[in-house]
T-cell receptor
Framework: AQSVTQLGSHVSVSEGALVLLRCNYS??????LFWYVQYPNQGLQLLLK??????LVKGINGFEAEFKKSETSFHLTKPSAHMSDAAEYFC????????????FGQGTILTVHP | DGGITQSPKYLFRKEGQNVTLSCEQN?????MYWYRQDPGQGLRLIYY???????QKGDIAEGYSVSREKKESFPLTVTSAQKNPTAFYLC????????????????FGQGTRLTVV
């Protein structure tokens, strides 16, 4: 069984500030981890993924995440926030070999203010 | 362009009615999924199918039904037995099993917002 916990349902940052969205997971098998972004009334877009290769993963739009097995974490970061980053972010874990059978965290709404 | 098409974007249902949400993909993916999204709860898996004419229940299948007669299509029916159907529904697809050549994620449609009136 897998589970995902996203710490903080809302995060607010200033434009240009560091973005840090936290994700901790639990998995009984080697995990495959994903971060997705969702804009209002739209589907999910993949930001980045960890599939047992490099532990530091770079994604689109300047985001990156580091897989830390000892901490069971996969936190998402971006050095400098843009207004366009305002959205909801979801961390998800896939167990086994089916990458679409996902367990999601509750989501974190990121607000970026000028 | 390859992708997943969900229709309609908005759907209104009266009490006691069944409604069907459409999901079509042209990505040649074997596996398809239905998720339900409620505010503050993330996404929860309703049903999934890894091959034509076969599907499995997810975590919240009660009050829903699906079919998979074609590889490209995976419609979801919200039945009158679903007590709280108002939600945002997302369809997804993925290669299954993964080829190990980078195609290791699920692709999502734009969603259907269902409201009970």
């Amino acid at each position: 069984a897998q589970s995902v916990t996203q710490l903080g349902s809302h995060v607010s940052v200033s434009e240009g500030a560091l973005v840090l969205l936290r994700c901790n997971y639990s998995s009984s098998v080697p995990p495959y981890l994903f971060w997705y972004v969702q804009y209002p009334n739209q589907g999910l877009q993949l930001l980045l993924k960890y599939t047992s290769a490099a532990t530091l993963v770079k994604g689109i739009n300047g985001f990156e995440a580091e897989f830390k097995k000892s901490e069971t974490s996969f936190h998402l970061t971006k050095p400098s926030a843009h207004m366009s980053d305002a959205a909801e972010y979801f961390c998800a874990v896939a167990g086994g070999t089916s990458y679409g059978k996902l367990t999601f965290g509750q989501g974190t709404i990121l607000t970026v203010h000028p | 362009d390859g992708g997943i098409t969900q229709s309609p974007k908005y759907l209104f249902r009266k009490e006691g009615q069944n409604v069907t949400l459409s999901c079509e993909q042209n990505l040649n993916h074997d596996a398809m999924y239905w998720y339900r999204q409620d505010p503050g709860q993330g996404l929860r898996l309703i049903y999934y199918s890894q091959i034509v004419n076969d599907f499995q229940k997810g975590d919240i299948a009660e009050g829903y039904s699906v079919s998979r007669e074609k590889k490209e299509s995976f419609p979801l029916t919200v039945t009158s037995a679903q007590k709280n159907p108002t939600a945002f529904y997302l369809c997804a697809s993925s290669i299954d099993p993964p080829t190990g050549k980078g195609n290791t994620e699920a692709f999502f449609g734009q969603g259907t917002r269902l409201t009970v009136v």
